[in-house]
Protein backbone atom coordinates (compact mmCIF):
# COMPACT_ATOMS: atom_id res chain seq x y z
CA UNK A 1 0.00 0.00 0.00
CA UNK A 2 1.54 3.27 -1.03
CA UNK A 3 0.14 6.56 0.18
CA UNK A 4 -0.87 7.55 -3.73
CA UNK A 5 -3.57 4.97 -3.55
CA UNK A 6 -6.91 5.44 -3.96
CA UNK A 7 -7.63 2.54 -1.95
CA UNK A 8 -5.48 4.16 0.89
CA UNK A 9 -6.76 7.76 0.27
CA UNK A 10 -10.41 7.17 0.19
CA UNK A 11 -10.91 4.44 2.87
CA UNK A 12 -7.41 2.99 4.91
CA UNK A 13 -6.41 7.38 5.97
CA UNK A 14 -10.18 8.20 6.80
CA UNK A 15 -10.91 4.78 8.35
CA UNK A 16 -7.82 5.70 10.62
CA UNK A 17 -8.75 9.35 11.23
CA UNK A 18 -12.67 8.11 12.19
CA UNK A 19 -11.13 5.57 14.82
CA UNK A 20 -8.85 7.70 16.26
CA UNK A 21 -11.18 10.38 16.94
CA UNK A 22 -13.79 8.41 18.14
CA UNK A 23 -11.31 7.02 20.96
CA UNK A 24 -11.21 9.23 23.73
CA UNK A 25 -7.98 8.19 25.79
CA UNK A 26 -4.63 8.50 24.78
CA UNK A 27 -4.19 5.28 25.71
CA UNK A 28 -6.49 4.34 23.25
CA UNK A 29 -5.85 6.31 20.31
CA UNK A 30 -2.04 4.90 20.13
CA UNK A 31 -3.41 1.74 20.08
CA UNK A 32 -5.50 2.76 16.88
CA UNK A 33 -2.32 4.32 15.72
CA UNK A 34 -0.14 0.61 16.30
CA UNK A 35 -2.76 -1.95 15.13
CA UNK A 36 -3.78 0.20 11.32
CA UNK A 37 0.72 1.05 11.28
CA UNK A 38 0.72 -2.49 12.13
CA UNK A 39 -1.90 -3.53 9.03
CA UNK A 40 -0.08 -1.04 6.66
CA UNK A 41 2.96 -2.55 6.82
CA UNK A 42 1.82 -5.97 6.76
CA UNK A 43 -0.13 -5.57 3.77
CA UNK A 44 2.89 -5.58 2.02
CA UNK A 45 5.10 -6.80 3.95
CA UNK A 46 3.45 -9.58 5.80
CA UNK A 47 6.24 -11.74 7.21
CA UNK A 48 8.63 -8.81 7.64
CA UNK A 49 6.33 -7.41 10.56
CA UNK A 50 7.62 -9.62 12.30
CA UNK A 51 11.32 -8.43 11.86
CA UNK A 52 10.32 -5.25 12.47
CA UNK A 53 8.61 -6.12 15.79
CA UNK A 54 11.95 -8.53 16.65
CA UNK A 55 13.84 -5.57 16.22
CA UNK A 56 11.77 -3.25 18.60
CA UNK A 57 11.68 -5.40 21.20
CA UNK A 58 15.07 -6.74 21.59
CA UNK A 59 15.92 -2.19 21.49
CA UNK A 60 13.03 -2.14 24.06
CA UNK A 61 14.82 -4.71 26.28
CA UNK A 62 18.31 -3.48 25.82
CA UNK A 63 17.21 0.15 26.36
CA UNK A 64 15.69 -0.57 29.76
CA UNK A 65 18.63 -2.60 30.40
CA UNK A 66 20.33 0.54 30.26
CA UNK A 67 18.00 2.52 32.02
CA UNK A 68 18.64 0.29 34.86
CA UNK A 69 22.43 0.19 35.17
CA UNK A 70 22.53 4.08 34.15
CA UNK A 71 23.84 5.52 31.38
CA UNK A 72 27.43 5.73 29.94
CA UNK A 73 28.33 2.50 32.40
CA UNK A 74 30.51 -0.30 31.17
CA UNK A 75 27.74 -2.28 31.04
CA UNK A 76 25.00 0.46 29.69
CA UNK A 77 28.16 0.54 26.82
CA UNK A 78 27.76 -3.32 26.11
CA UNK A 79 23.90 -2.82 25.81
CA UNK A 80 24.75 0.17 23.30
CA UNK A 81 27.10 -2.22 21.24
CA UNK A 82 24.56 -5.41 21.24
CA UNK A 83 21.66 -2.93 20.03
CA UNK A 84 24.32 -2.08 17.26
CA UNK A 85 24.98 -5.46 16.48
CA UNK A 86 21.43 -6.31 16.18
CA UNK A 87 20.05 -3.67 14.30
CA UNK A 88 22.92 -3.38 11.83
CA UNK A 89 23.63 -7.15 11.11
CA UNK A 90 20.36 -7.29 10.71
CA UNK A 91 20.29 -4.24 8.12
CA UNK A 92 23.48 -5.69 6.49
CA UNK A 93 21.95 -9.33 6.34
CA UNK A 94 18.93 -8.30 4.67
CA UNK A 95 19.91 -5.19 2.51
CA UNK A 96 23.78 -6.07 1.53
CA UNK A 97 24.35 -9.57 2.17
CA UNK A 98 23.24 -10.72 -1.43
CA UNK A 99 25.11 -7.90 -3.14
CA UNK A 100 28.31 -8.91 -1.23
CA UNK A 101 28.69 -12.91 -2.01
CA UNK A 102 27.69 -11.64 -5.67
CA UNK A 103 31.03 -10.12 -5.58
CA UNK A 104 32.54 -12.71 -3.85
CA UNK A 105 31.38 -15.19 -6.46
CA UNK A 106 32.29 -12.87 -9.38
CA UNK A 107 36.03 -13.07 -7.69
CA UNK A 108 36.00 -16.38 -6.63
CA UNK A 109 33.40 -18.39 -8.45
CA UNK A 110 32.15 -19.54 -5.80
CA UNK A 111 29.21 -20.40 -4.66
CA UNK A 112 27.78 -21.60 -7.37
CA UNK A 113 23.97 -20.63 -6.54
CA UNK A 114 22.99 -17.50 -4.80
CA UNK A 115 19.96 -17.18 -2.34
CA UNK A 116 18.56 -14.26 -2.87
CA UNK A 117 17.62 -12.20 0.25
CA UNK A 118 14.26 -10.22 -0.15
CA UNK A 119 14.23 -6.59 1.72
CA UNK A 120 11.72 -5.71 3.73
CA UNK A 121 10.53 -2.38 2.80
CA UNK A 122 11.54 0.65 4.95
CA UNK A 123 14.27 -1.38 7.07
CA UNK A 124 16.96 1.39 6.43
CA UNK A 125 14.49 4.06 8.23
CA UNK A 126 12.95 2.19 10.95
CA UNK A 127 16.75 0.57 11.92
CA UNK A 128 18.01 4.13 12.20
CA UNK A 129 15.11 5.30 14.40
CA UNK A 130 15.74 2.68 16.57
CA UNK A 131 19.22 3.21 16.77
CA UNK A 132 18.69 6.74 17.39
CA UNK A 133 16.35 6.05 20.51
CA UNK A 134 18.87 3.42 22.14
CA UNK A 135 21.48 6.15 21.52
CA UNK A 136 20.07 8.66 22.89
CA UNK A 137 19.17 6.19 26.39
CA UNK A 138 22.76 5.79 26.12
CA UNK A 139 24.04 9.20 26.18
CA UNK A 140 21.02 10.02 29.01
CA UNK A 141 18.95 12.70 26.16
CA UNK A 142 15.88 10.63 26.82
CA UNK A 143 14.42 8.02 29.57
CA UNK A 144 13.80 4.36 28.22
CA UNK A 145 10.08 4.17 27.18
CA UNK A 146 8.51 2.00 29.84
CA UNK A 147 5.80 0.66 27.44
CA UNK A 148 6.59 -1.73 24.54
CA UNK A 149 3.58 -1.26 22.53
CA UNK A 150 4.33 2.69 22.77
CA UNK A 151 7.74 2.42 21.30
CA UNK A 152 6.85 -0.16 18.38
CA UNK A 153 3.90 2.67 17.52
CA UNK A 154 6.62 4.96 17.48
CA UNK A 155 9.17 2.46 15.04
CA UNK A 156 5.87 1.30 12.94
CA UNK A 157 4.05 4.73 12.26
CA UNK A 158 2.74 4.28 8.90
CA UNK A 159 3.06 8.09 8.66
CA UNK A 160 7.06 7.61 8.56
CA UNK A 161 8.00 4.22 8.78
CA UNK A 162 7.99 3.02 5.15
CA UNK A 163 10.17 6.09 3.59
CA UNK A 164 11.12 8.46 6.17
CA UNK A 165 11.52 11.16 7.40
CA UNK A 166 13.73 9.44 9.88
CA UNK A 167 11.69 10.78 13.17
CA UNK A 168 14.25 10.60 16.32
CA UNK A 169 12.59 9.46 19.56
CA UNK A 170 13.80 12.68 21.39
CA UNK A 171 11.60 14.60 18.78
CA UNK A 172 8.39 12.90 19.52
CA UNK A 173 8.56 11.14 23.28
CA UNK A 174 7.01 13.61 24.44
CA UNK A 175 4.10 13.70 22.12
CA UNK A 176 3.82 10.08 22.08
CA UNK A 177 1.90 10.03 25.65
CA UNK A 178 0.60 13.20 24.99
CA UNK A 179 -0.93 15.12 22.31
CA UNK A 180 -3.69 17.82 21.62
CA UNK A 181 -4.89 18.56 18.41
CA UNK A 182 -6.68 21.91 17.22
CA UNK A 183 -8.21 23.02 14.41
CA UNK A 184 -5.00 24.94 12.91
CA UNK A 185 -3.43 21.75 13.06
CA UNK A 186 -5.93 19.46 11.41
CA UNK A 187 -6.33 21.68 8.75
CA UNK A 188 -2.85 22.48 8.11
CA UNK A 189 -2.11 18.26 8.11
CA UNK A 190 -4.51 17.81 5.03
CA UNK A 191 -3.44 21.15 3.25
CA UNK A 192 0.28 19.57 3.69
CA UNK A 193 -1.00 16.09 2.85
CA UNK A 194 -2.95 16.96 -0.41
CA UNK A 195 -0.68 18.91 -1.67
CA UNK A 196 2.16 16.17 -1.02
CA UNK A 197 -0.67 14.42 -2.67
CA UNK A 198 -0.58 16.39 -6.10
CA UNK A 199 3.06 16.55 -6.40
CA UNK A 200 3.42 13.23 -5.95
CA UNK A 201 0.46 12.12 -8.80
CA UNK A 202 0.26 14.68 -10.84
CA UNK A 203 4.38 16.06 -11.56
CA UNK A 204 6.28 13.38 -10.33
CA UNK A 205 4.74 10.57 -11.41
CA UNK A 206 5.12 12.34 -14.65
CA UNK A 207 8.42 13.24 -14.62
CA UNK A 208 9.19 9.43 -14.19
CA UNK A 209 7.41 8.59 -17.04
CA UNK A 210 8.71 11.40 -19.17
CA UNK A 211 12.60 10.18 -17.91
CA UNK A 212 11.67 6.28 -18.45
CA UNK A 213 10.74 7.26 -22.09
CA UNK A 214 13.65 9.28 -22.60
CA UNK A 215 16.38 7.41 -20.76
CA UNK A 216 15.21 3.79 -19.76
CA UNK A 217 13.16 2.26 -17.15
CA UNK A 218 14.79 0.32 -14.34
CA UNK A 219 12.87 -2.68 -14.80
CA UNK A 220 14.59 -3.04 -18.39
CA UNK A 221 17.68 -6.09 -17.70
CA UNK A 222 21.39 -4.36 -17.81
CA UNK A 223 22.25 -6.02 -21.30
CA UNK A 224 19.06 -4.57 -22.91
CA UNK A 225 19.26 -0.92 -21.18
CA UNK A 226 22.48 -0.66 -22.52
CA UNK A 227 21.45 -1.27 -25.65
CA UNK A 228 19.17 1.22 -25.29
CA UNK A 229 21.31 3.98 -23.81
CA UNK A 230 23.50 3.60 -26.49
CA UNK A 231 20.90 4.71 -29.41
CA UNK A 232 19.31 7.87 -26.98
CA UNK A 233 20.55 10.98 -29.00
CA UNK A 234 22.74 13.34 -26.89
CA UNK A 235 19.68 15.49 -26.37
CA UNK A 236 17.31 12.79 -24.79
CA UNK A 237 20.29 11.93 -22.42
CA UNK A 238 20.63 15.32 -21.23
CA UNK A 239 16.09 16.23 -20.87
CA UNK A 240 15.68 12.56 -19.50
CA UNK A 241 18.40 12.76 -16.65
CA UNK A 242 16.92 16.31 -15.94
CA UNK A 243 13.38 14.96 -15.46
CA UNK A 244 14.91 12.12 -13.23
CA UNK A 245 16.06 14.83 -11.27
CA UNK A 246 12.96 16.47 -10.82
CA UNK A 247 11.38 13.19 -10.06
CA UNK A 248 13.49 12.25 -7.21
CA UNK A 249 12.84 15.39 -5.71
CA UNK A 250 9.46 15.63 -6.04
CA UNK A 251 8.64 12.17 -5.08
CA UNK A 252 10.72 11.56 -2.18
CA UNK A 253 9.82 15.33 -0.74
CA UNK A 254 6.21 14.59 -1.70
CA UNK A 255 6.17 11.41 0.28
CA UNK A 256 7.71 13.99 3.61
CA UNK A 257 4.81 16.34 2.74
CA UNK A 258 2.61 13.69 3.27
CA UNK A 259 4.14 12.30 6.07
CA UNK A 260 3.73 15.44 8.39
CA UNK A 261 0.61 16.35 7.24
CA UNK A 262 -1.02 12.95 8.71
CA UNK A 263 1.59 13.15 11.69
CA UNK A 264 -0.16 17.06 12.48
CA UNK A 265 -3.86 15.52 11.62
CA UNK A 266 -3.28 13.81 14.70
CA UNK A 267 -0.41 16.14 17.04
CA UNK A 268 2.74 14.64 15.98
CA UNK A 269 4.94 17.49 15.04
CA UNK A 270 7.73 15.99 12.72
CA UNK A 271 10.52 17.81 11.53
CA UNK A 272 10.63 19.15 7.72
CA UNK A 273 12.81 16.84 5.49
CA UNK A 274 13.63 19.17 2.56
CA UNK A 275 14.14 22.69 2.15
CA UNK A 276 13.93 23.55 -1.50
CA UNK A 277 17.81 21.83 -1.63
CA UNK A 278 17.60 23.13 -5.74
CA UNK A 279 18.44 26.44 -5.03
CA UNK A 280 21.52 25.76 -2.81
CA UNK A 281 24.65 27.65 -3.52
CA UNK A 282 26.61 25.17 -2.42
CA UNK A 283 27.20 21.34 -2.17
CA UNK A 284 27.29 22.20 1.64
CA UNK A 285 23.89 23.80 1.32
CA UNK A 286 22.72 21.33 -0.83
CA UNK A 287 22.92 18.68 1.77
CA UNK A 288 21.40 21.08 4.32
CA UNK A 289 18.48 21.21 2.55
CA UNK A 290 17.88 17.44 1.24
CA UNK A 291 17.06 14.93 2.98
CA UNK A 292 17.76 16.81 6.46
CA UNK A 293 16.51 13.79 9.19
CA UNK A 294 19.40 11.64 6.86
CA UNK A 295 22.02 14.54 7.15
CA UNK A 296 21.46 15.27 10.66
CA UNK A 297 21.42 11.42 11.82
CA UNK A 298 25.03 10.73 9.95
CA UNK A 299 26.33 14.14 11.23
CA UNK A 300 25.15 13.38 15.36
CA UNK A 301 25.90 9.56 15.48
CA UNK A 302 28.90 9.09 12.98
CA UNK A 303 30.38 12.59 12.16
CA UNK A 304 30.89 13.72 15.80
CA UNK A 305 31.80 10.97 17.47
CA UNK A 306 34.05 9.50 14.84
CA UNK A 307 35.10 13.79 16.24
CA UNK A 308 33.50 15.89 13.72
CA UNK A 309 35.65 19.51 13.04
CA UNK A 310 37.48 19.42 16.15
CA UNK A 311 40.46 17.07 15.18
CA UNK A 312 43.19 17.95 12.92
CA UNK A 313 42.50 18.34 8.97
CA UNK A 314 43.05 14.45 7.55
CA UNK A 315 41.33 13.48 10.39
CA UNK A 316 38.57 15.41 9.50
CA UNK A 317 38.65 14.23 5.70
CA UNK A 318 38.44 10.73 6.84
CA UNK A 319 35.52 11.21 9.14
CA UNK A 320 34.10 12.86 5.88
CA UNK A 321 35.14 9.62 3.97
CA UNK A 322 33.77 7.46 6.55
CA UNK A 323 30.32 9.68 6.57
CA UNK A 324 29.74 9.79 3.06
CA UNK A 325 30.79 6.16 2.52
CA UNK A 326 28.07 4.77 4.50
CA UNK A 327 25.40 7.55 3.13
CA UNK A 328 26.17 6.29 -0.62
CA UNK A 329 25.96 2.72 0.86
CA UNK A 330 23.01 3.39 2.70
CA UNK A 331 20.77 4.45 -0.31
CA UNK A 332 21.23 0.27 -1.65
CA UNK A 333 23.60 -2.23 -2.30
CA UNK A 334 25.36 -1.33 -5.69
CA UNK A 335 28.30 0.13 -6.03
CA UNK A 336 27.08 3.20 -8.01
CA UNK A 337 25.77 4.14 -4.71
CA UNK A 338 29.16 4.48 -3.31
CA UNK A 339 30.48 6.10 -6.16
CA UNK A 340 28.03 8.68 -5.55
CA UNK A 341 28.73 8.92 -2.09
CA UNK A 342 32.38 9.28 -3.08
CA UNK A 343 31.63 12.03 -5.51
CA UNK A 344 29.99 14.53 -2.80
CA UNK A 345 32.74 13.44 -0.43
CA UNK A 346 35.15 15.32 -3.04
CA UNK A 347 33.43 18.02 -3.60
CA UNK A 348 32.69 18.62 0.13
CA UNK A 349 36.35 18.65 0.92
CA UNK A 350 36.86 20.87 -1.53
CA UNK A 351 34.43 23.54 -0.42
CA UNK A 352 35.98 22.70 3.03
CA UNK A 353 39.61 23.09 2.69
CA UNK A 354 40.23 24.79 -0.40
CA UNK A 355 37.36 27.10 -1.56
CA UNK A 356 36.46 27.79 1.76
CA UNK A 357 33.08 28.90 1.07
CA UNK A 358 34.43 31.47 -1.59
CA UNK A 359 31.41 30.02 -4.07
CA UNK A 360 28.78 30.97 -1.83
CA UNK A 361 29.82 34.69 -2.31
CA UNK A 362 29.21 34.65 -6.08
CA UNK A 363 25.59 35.10 -6.19
CA UNK A 364 23.65 32.99 -8.95
CA UNK A 365 27.00 31.97 -10.46
CA UNK A 366 27.45 29.65 -7.23
CA UNK A 367 23.76 28.15 -7.73
CA UNK A 368 24.36 26.97 -11.22
CA UNK A 369 27.75 25.61 -10.69
CA UNK A 370 25.80 23.36 -7.68
CA UNK A 371 23.21 22.50 -9.56
CA UNK A 372 25.28 21.02 -12.42
CA UNK A 373 27.23 19.54 -9.77
CA UNK A 374 23.93 17.87 -8.44
CA UNK A 375 23.06 17.02 -11.70
CA UNK A 376 25.58 14.86 -12.41
CA UNK A 377 25.76 13.11 -9.02
CA UNK A 378 21.96 12.04 -10.17
CA UNK A 379 23.25 10.33 -13.09
CA UNK A 380 25.44 8.36 -11.07
CA UNK A 381 22.45 7.54 -8.87
CA UNK A 382 20.36 6.51 -11.46
CA UNK A 383 22.17 4.06 -13.24
CA UNK A 384 23.13 1.00 -11.11
CA UNK A 385 25.28 -0.75 -13.83
CA UNK A 386 28.49 0.67 -14.83
CA UNK A 387 28.31 -0.04 -18.12
CA UNK A 388 25.16 1.68 -18.48
CA UNK A 389 26.40 4.56 -16.30
CA UNK A 390 29.21 4.81 -18.97
CA UNK A 391 27.17 4.82 -21.92
CA UNK A 392 25.14 7.25 -20.39
CA UNK A 393 27.83 9.83 -19.75
CA UNK A 394 29.37 9.20 -22.93
CA UNK A 395 26.27 9.96 -25.23
CA UNK A 396 25.55 13.16 -23.01
CA UNK A 397 29.16 14.39 -24.09
CA UNK A 398 27.75 14.15 -26.93
CA UNK A 399 29.83 10.89 -27.39
CA UNK A 400 26.10 8.92 -28.73
CA UNK A 401 25.80 7.08 -32.44
CA UNK A 402 22.33 8.94 -32.83
CA UNK A 403 23.87 12.03 -32.45
CA UNK A 404 22.63 15.47 -30.56
CA UNK A 405 18.79 14.78 -31.39
CA UNK A 406 16.24 13.16 -33.74
CA UNK A 407 12.87 14.12 -35.14
CA UNK A 408 11.36 11.67 -32.15
CA UNK A 409 13.38 13.12 -29.37
CA UNK A 410 12.98 16.61 -30.78
CA UNK A 411 9.54 16.49 -30.95
CA UNK A 412 9.12 14.75 -27.19
CA UNK A 413 11.27 17.38 -25.86
CA UNK A 414 8.81 19.79 -27.51
CA UNK A 415 6.09 18.29 -25.83
CA UNK A 416 7.53 18.13 -22.33
CA UNK A 417 9.12 21.52 -22.26
CA UNK A 418 5.96 23.43 -20.54
CA UNK A 419 5.59 20.29 -17.96
CA UNK A 420 9.55 20.38 -17.14
CA UNK A 421 9.39 24.26 -16.65
CA UNK A 422 6.33 23.98 -14.41
CA UNK A 423 8.21 21.01 -12.17
CA UNK A 424 11.39 23.61 -12.12
CA UNK A 425 9.02 26.14 -10.30
CA UNK A 426 7.93 23.65 -8.03
CA UNK A 427 10.86 22.97 -7.12
CA UNK A 428 11.61 26.44 -5.41
CA UNK A 429 9.70 28.56 -3.32
CA UNK A 430 8.84 30.50 -5.67
CA UNK A 431 5.06 30.16 -5.07
CA UNK A 432 5.15 30.12 -1.24
CA UNK A 433 6.69 33.47 -1.87
CA UNK A 434 4.19 34.96 -3.75
CA UNK A 435 1.47 33.59 -1.79
CA UNK A 436 2.95 35.02 1.28
CA UNK A 437 3.86 38.75 -0.51
CA UNK A 438 0.23 38.87 -1.56
CA UNK A 439 -0.98 37.88 1.80
CA UNK A 440 1.00 40.43 3.65
CA UNK A 441 0.16 43.50 1.29
CA UNK A 442 -3.62 42.73 1.22
CA UNK A 443 -3.93 41.38 5.34
CA UNK A 444 -5.60 44.66 6.23
CA UNK A 445 -8.05 44.15 3.83
CA UNK A 446 -11.22 42.34 5.02
CA UNK A 447 -12.52 41.05 1.06
CA UNK A 448 -8.79 39.47 0.64
CA UNK A 449 -9.08 37.84 4.19
CA UNK A 450 -12.27 36.30 2.51
CA UNK A 451 -10.35 35.07 -0.37
CA UNK A 452 -7.72 33.63 1.17
CA UNK A 453 -9.49 31.59 3.85
CA UNK A 454 -11.37 30.44 0.43
CA UNK A 455 -7.92 29.68 -1.32
CA UNK A 456 -7.59 28.06 2.02
CA UNK A 457 -10.33 25.42 2.04
CA UNK A 458 -10.13 25.22 -1.70
CA UNK A 459 -6.13 24.26 -2.01
CA UNK A 460 -7.03 20.89 -0.63
CA UNK A 461 -9.79 20.11 -2.44
CA UNK A 462 -8.45 21.14 -5.70
CA UNK A 463 -5.20 18.80 -5.18
CA UNK A 464 -7.19 15.45 -3.87
CA UNK A 465 -9.41 16.09 -7.17
CA UNK A 466 -6.58 16.62 -9.32
CA UNK A 467 -4.23 13.42 -7.83
CA UNK A 468 -7.26 11.19 -7.99
CA UNK A 469 -7.88 12.26 -11.96
CA UNK A 470 -4.33 11.28 -12.28
CA UNK A 471 -4.43 8.16 -10.23
CA UNK A 472 -7.77 6.84 -11.74
CA UNK A 473 -6.35 4.02 -14.03
CA UNK A 474 -2.50 4.91 -13.57
CA UNK A 475 -0.21 1.94 -13.59
CA UNK A 476 3.12 3.59 -13.16
CA UNK A 477 2.70 4.79 -9.17
CA UNK A 478 6.28 4.14 -7.69
CA UNK A 479 7.93 5.95 -4.73
CA UNK A 480 11.39 5.72 -5.27
CA UNK A 481 12.86 5.33 -1.82
CA UNK A 482 11.23 2.79 -0.88
CA UNK A 483 13.82 0.53 -2.31
CA UNK A 484 16.51 2.21 -0.35
Not at 81 to 103: E, N, S
Not at 285 to 314: A, E, Q
Not at 344 to 362: D, M, P, T
Amino acid sequence: MVFSSLFFVFVFLPLNLIFYFLTKSQKAKNYIMLVFSLIFYAWGEPIAVFLMIGMALADYLIARGISAVGAKSKVAKTGLILACLIDLGLLGLFKYATFFVGQFQNVFGVPENITKITLPIGISFYTFQLLSYVVDVYRGEVEAQKSFPTLLMYVSLFHQCIAGPIVRYSDVNKELMKRKVTITDLSYGITRFTVGLAKKAVLANTCGSIADSLLVADSVLPEEALKIIQTRPTLALWVGCLAFMFQIYLDFSAYSDMAIGMGRMIGFHYLENFNYPYIANSVTDFWRRWHMSLSSFFRDYVYIPLGGNRCSTGRQIFNLLVVWALTGFWHGASWNYMLWGIYYFVFLVIEKFVLKRALEQIPVISNIVTLVIVYFGWVLFKFTDFKVLGAAIKGIFGGSAAGFTDFETSTSVGTYMIYLIICAVACTPVIPAISKLINRKYERSQGSRAVFAIATVACPIICLLLATIFLVGESYNPFLYWKF
